[in-house]
């Protein structure tokens, strides 16, 4: 993205890993070589921060510098949260034990 802005890239942009060493001249010259890019995401939600993060360097090194990033928020249903049955009235036990199988312990 910095290349596409500035036409050069800082040194503190390229880590000096052995891979990104023998791709470090598709990474300057993005129009003279052809990149995939392959990120992982994770599923889980601890691992939230991260994703976001491979994924932005994902989208850095595949465009223009002209990405946009669009923040969804996504809420989740609302469940009927039922009471604990340890809180549950003489009567409420009653009632479940009635429905309970079919009726199967309504005496008891």
């Known amino acids: 993205r910095h ?45 939230t ?17 002209y990405e946009r990033e669009r923040k969804q928020v996504i809420e989740a249903p609302r469940r009927l949260r039922l009471p604990h049955p340890k809180s549950w009235s003489p009567e409420a036990v009653r009632l479940w034990l009635e429905e309970l199988a079919d009726g199967a312990f309504r005496d008891v």
């Open 49 to 65: 921060e991260h994703t976001l993060s491979t994924l932005r360097t994902g989208v850095s090194l595949c465009s223009c510098g």
């Open 3 to 47: 290349f596409t802005t500035q036409n050069s890239v800082p040194s503190h942009v390229l880590r000096a890993s052995s891979l990104t060493k023998i791709l470090a001249e598709s990474f300057l010259r993005p129009r003279a070589a052809r990149l995939a890019v392959v990120c992982t995401a994770s599923p889980c939600v601890s691992d």
